[in-house]
Each structure stands twice: as C-alpha cells, then as structure tokens.
C-alpha cells in the first residue's frame, strides 16, 4: 500500500493447482494483512 498498489495478481500455471493452493493458504495468506 506504502508504494501505492492496491491489489495484486497470483497466478499459478502449473498442473499442480490442489497442492498449489495448499501451500499457498498455509504459507502465505497468514503473512497477508491490509
């Protein structure tokens, strides 16, 4: 928000999109505040 973004953009292309999301909700969303 400091830079001015206000949204961004996660895309994944590989076939592994369960385990993808997976990891991506433990690992990640929890460091994610607004």
């Known amino acids: 928000l400091d ?3 206000d949204r ?3 895309h994944n292309v ?3 999109q369960r385990e993808w999301l ?3 909700g433990r ?3 929890p460091g994610l505040t607004r």
């Open 3 to 5: 830079l001015g973004f």
């Open 8 to 10: 961004v953009y996660l």
């Open 14 to 16: 590989g076939r592994n």
């Open 22 to 24: 997976e990891v991506f």
């Open 27 to 29: 690992e990640v969303l």
